[in-house]
């Protein structure tokens, strides 16, 4: 027992108060909304290539319990080898930034925290120098990298919401509509064949159909859906025999100039592995199995021409820089690597964030270390979303 | 638990400044009671001597109140003063509920928690009011049992100590903690103030039952077989009281005196506690058999009813009581949150009690009545005709005269929580105590011509005849913003059938995210969008920018992912479009209390210009 021995001095007249709210307290159960059963993603610390350039959010400041976690968005130009901070203003990000490249343009989402409930969504189209604020999601994003997908030129866009619902907005994005929800896509025939438990990705093939992904229950199937002829199919890659009895789990689904790149997680525990697959002009190619060795994915980045680089729990790097080659192996990743920012020819950019300083390593093909080429202070407003 | 927290600083100064205020009003007040009723009494008494002659003839006829008895009434009735005087600390009035009974409660199981939590919201709603009252009934239950010797009066305040006692035991002690784990004997189970609900029930008995041994048998019996209990409790294995230590860490005694030793005291008390905690940390299986023997060998003497064996087993108990007072429950009081002495006293005052009581009482003596005093032998209902009033009073005891005192500063304390506590609002000084009192204003207000969440144009002067409660908020604010949207949907509420004249207005501080969708989604996400005289305004950055300048309203663009900063504040313009009360708006911790309170100063501001009108 504590200190008091108490007086608490709820007065006389609390007692008719209790009897009152005995009388009043039980509110019906309402049902809840029915969410998706989603497996760990990887996290939203990532990297992305568009016409402008390299983008890389990056979390950065302190403890996340205590909303001293910020977002922040950093940018490459494409004539640039520098990064420099464009982190889109005027919404606290703390509940972590999810980017979509459309074109020469990038869509942000935030995704909400402590009492904000809907997503706020920002565009620029100048390389992060001025912003415009799009309409927002009347719901949370999902914490996904790519729970939101923007279709080059059009405008139009998709979003991966946290229940399971995906909803789309023509040019214009005057409006979302809901487009499907997990559920429905599950009773499709496709869904069914595949056992669909949840989604992860959403993106849009090279011509503009949707795509979305999640994991199957059905061993040996990757959930790749897309939108076409007025139901959903099919549209993953065919597996090979060594994986037909392994949970497969689409991690990663990206739309890339020429189609479509995906990182897929076969099997769980210390028999986990992964693999890229590209398609291109409906072929899908894969990689050989990386082993993860138990550890998972931590990030996981696509770069220019189907580079894909990913992070593991054991602070582990590996890349692959075209379609079917294998994964190979980063030097031992500075401490505090969030993310890693392929880029053409298997060099590789890793950002590291402590507090408030970002510092910036590189990676030559086949070199031995990672060479520091760049810091950026960035200031932290810690406490303002406290 | 929701509610209790009220989220201030328990020693904000408004809070407490206002506490003593309180206190210091509502004192003048029990004074004027007892200088009022004393001179009533005496005048009445130099009119009537006659009745003033047989009324004081009264008490040589009726039976001496026993020793057992005396003991309780006097004993609990200094305790109840005290702990009166002690609920009159000044960070009572905030910080019992969040500091005290929330912690008490915690290790309960829910429905408890529950329950405690009712009244710990009660009082952080109308700290103010809670505080006080508990100031008052306690020093008007104590006055009570100490003046009122005998008779009726005498049995009335020992039910109501009951009363209390079990509102207490219930609501501040969270049942005594007798349904949460770790519960001894030694730091006060089954809760003080459940033995001063037994005691208060013992003054309560009749006269009749004082000269039967048989009560006397029943207390100490009573005691024993609750000593026994405590016994079998403290020995129980696997409970940790048996080990010093325990991985390292001190065990469950010595952990309960370590926590309190750091509670604010005397240094020598402190270093007594901390003492003995190291001496159970080395030899806690020693010290807890030593319990252990002390409780079986008290309850055991107890429980035989035989004087001779109780009398030096009390002697015993009573240093192991002011031992364990002293060096495991730390006294109880200190720390300006201690609300009573805990268990100690008032468990020897109970067992004490139970062996006087083994000796009867002396029946009355067979006077006879007193010649030429009818007030004596009149009934209760005679004596309460209203001819029979002044002969009534003439004849009552200075002991009567002062216990109706000390029942009106019992109503004096709880008469003002009873009707704070009918309404559901919280005060408004816990939005004070945030941000200030309101600053009165009379200009005119600046213009302006924005789009609302339906896409109308709204200008001020399409207010005009409504009075118009307006603030700043920015649609994508993750904290305070959404806070301050439910304090005007509060006010809305509580403003009831005046809504109607009344518009409920907010201008979107953000040159970002101003758009239509945003102001509507906001309003979905805070349920305002069907709220009728809700208008949430927007328009382009070039539009707004004049309307901030006009109301003094910064709005700024902070960098690096955090929200738009921008000031903090509502006004309440009148029906002829003037600006009449500025108010600061920061919502501060934003609890179900402050928020109320928020609510209540902008419906009262605004109620305030609609009976002006």
């Known amino acids: 027992m504590s200190r008091p021995r108490l007086r608490s001095a709820a007065a006389i007249a609390v007692l008719p108060a209790v009897m009152l709210a005995a009388g009043c307290a039980g509110a019906p159960a309402t049902p809840a909304p029915a969410t998706q059963a989603a497996p760990p993603s990887p996290s939203l610390n990532t990297s992305l290539d568009t016409a402008a350039g390299t983008w890389a959010a990056v979390v950065m400041g302190g403890s996340a319990a205590q909303d001293n976690n910020f977002w922040q968005l950093f940018i490459r130009p494409a004539d640039s080898t520098r990064w420099k901070l464009v982190t889109p203003p005027g919404t606290a990000d703390n509940g972590g930034l999810v980017l979509a490249g459309g074109g020469p343009a990038l869509v942000t989402g935030f995704r909400p925290s402590q009492d904000l409930t809907f997503s706020p969504l920002i565009q620029t189209s100048d390389g992060g120098q001025a912003w415009s604020s799009l309409n927002p999601l009347d719901a949370a994003l999902a914490s996904a990298p790519d729970a939101l997908a923007a279709r080059p030129g059009s405008g139009q866009l998709l979003a991966l919401l946290a229940g399971g619902t995906v909803q789309e907005a023509a040019p214009g994005n005057a409006t979302w509509t809901v487009l499907v929800s997990q559920q429905a896509l599950a009773a499709t025939p496709a869904g069914r064949r595949c056992g669909l438990q949840a989604l992860t990705a959403a993106t849009f093939t090279p011509s503009g159909s949707p795509v979305l992904a999640g994991p199957c229950t059905r061993p040996g199937t990757a959930g790749i859906f897309t939108a076409g002829n007025g139901t959903w199919q099919a549209a993953g890659p065919a597996l090979p025999a060594a994986l037909a009895g392994q949970d497969i789990t689409v991690s990663r689904l990206t739309r890339t100039a020429q189609g479509m790149t995906a990182l897929l997680a076969a099997g769980t525990g210390p028999d986990a592995s992964l693999l890229a697959a590209w398609s291109a002009a409906g072929h899908w190619t894969l990689s050989p199995p990386l082993s993860l060795h138990g550890s998972a994915l931590t990030s996981a980045s696509f770069g220019p021409g189907g580079t894909a680089a990913i992070i593991t729990t054991a602070n582990r790097g590996q890349i692959t820089t075209s379609a079917g080659s294998s994964w190979q192996p980063l030097p031992p990743l500075p401490p505090g690597t969030a993310t890693l920012a392929p880029g053409p020819g298997g060099t590789a950019d890793a950002l590291a964030a402590r507090g408030g300083t970002l510092t910036v390593w590189q990676y030559a093909p086949r070199g031995t270390t990672w060479a520091k080429i760049q810091v950026i202070n960035v200031p932290i407003p810690y406490g303002s979303s406290s | 638990m929701p509610g209790m927290n009220s989220g201030l600083d328990i020693s904000n100064p408004a809070v407490v400044a206002a506490f003593k205020a309180a206190l210091v009003h509502q004192g003048l007040i029990a004074l004027f009671i007892f200088g009022l009723l004393g001179l009533v009494w005496i005048t009445i008494r130099a009119g009537l001597p006659t009745a003033a002659a047989g009324g004081a003839g009264t008490a040589a006829t009726a039976a001496a109140e026993p020793a057992w008895r005396r003991l309780l009434r006097i004993g609990f009735g200094l305790l109840w003063v005290f702990d009166g005087i002690l609920q009159a600390q000044p960070k009572m009035a905030v910080g019992l509920p969040s500091q005290v009974i929330e912690p008490t409660a915690t290790a309960s199981p829910g429905w408890v928690q529950h329950l405690v939590n009712v009244g710990g919201t009660t009082w952080s709603y109308h700290p103010m009011q809670a505080g006080a009252s508990a100031v008052w009934i306690q020093v008007g239950i104590g006055i009570w049992l100490l003046v009122a010797a005998r008779g009726p009066l005498s049995r009335l305040a020992g039910l109501v100590s009951v009363g209390w006692g079990l509102v ?205 005093s009818p007030a004596v032998a009149a009934g209760w209902r005679d004596r309460l005709r209203i001819a029979a009033a002044p002969r009534t009073v003439a004849s009552a005891s200075i002991g009567s005269v002062a216990a109706v005192g000390a029942i009106g500063v019992i109503i004096l304390g709880a008469a003002p929580m009873a009707a704070a506590q009918a309404s559901p609002v919280a005060d408004t000084i816990l939005a004070q105590a945030i941000d200030g009192s309101s600053a009165p204003l009379d200009s005119p207000a600046a213009p302006f011509s924005l789009t609302d969440q339906h896409g109308r144009d709204i200008t001020l002067a399409s207010l005009r005849g409504k009075v118009v409660l307006l603030t700043f908020l920015d649609p994508v604010c993750t904290s305070d913003c959404p806070l301050e949207a439910q304090e005007f949907r509060q006010a809305g509420q509580l403003l009831g059938a005046d809504d109607r004249r009344v518009e409920l207005v907010a201008i979107v501080a953000n040159p970002v995210d101003y758009q239509l969708g945003y102001t509507q989604a906001f309003d979905r996400q805070e349920g305002l969008d069907d709220v009728p005289n809700w208008l949430y305004l927007t328009g382009s950055p070039a539009q707004l920018a004049p309307v901030w300048r006009g109301y003094g309203i910064a709005a700024q663009i902070a960098a690096a992912g955090s929200m738009i900063l921008h000031s903090e504040v509502a006004y309440v313009i009148d029906s002829r479009g003037r600006l009449r009360q500025e108010m600061g708006f920061d919502p501060g911790p934003g609890t179900a209390a402050t928020k109320s309170s928020f609510a209540a100063e902008l419906t009262d501001a605004a109620q305030q210009l609609l009976r002006q009108s």
């Open chain 2, 168 to 372: 207490v035991w219930v609501f501040g002690e969270a049942f005594g903690g007798i349904f949460a784990p770790g519960l001894t004997w030694l730091f006060g189970a089954p809760g003080a103030v459940l033995i001063y609900a037994v005691a208060g029930a013992l003054i309560a008995l009749p006269e009749r039952a004082w000269r039967s041994r048989r009560l006397g048998r029943l207390i100490t019996a009573g005691t024993g077989a609750f000593l026994l209990g405590m016994a079998v409790l403290q020995a129980w294995p696997g409970r940790g009281f048996w080990q010093g230590t325990s991985h390292g860490q001190p065990g469950t005694l010595a952990g309960m005196t370590s926590t309190m030793a750091q509670t604010r005291q005397p240094g020598f008390l402190a270093a007594w506690v901390n003492a003995f905690t190291t001496f159970d940390e080395a030899h806690g299986f020693a010290v807890n058999l030593f319990v252990v023997a002390a409780l079986v060998v008290t309850g055991t003497a107890f429980l035989s009813g035989r004087p001779r064996l109780i009398r030096p087993v009390l002697i015993g108990f009573g240093v192991l009581c002011l031992a364990d007072w002293v060096l495991i429950e730390d006294l109880g009081f200190l720390g300006g949150l201690g609300t009573d002495p805990n268990s100690m006293i008032p468990m020897v005052l109970l067992a004490a009690a139970g062996y006087l009581a083994l000796a009867p009482a002396p029946a009355p003596a067979a006077a006879a009545e007193p010649a030429g």
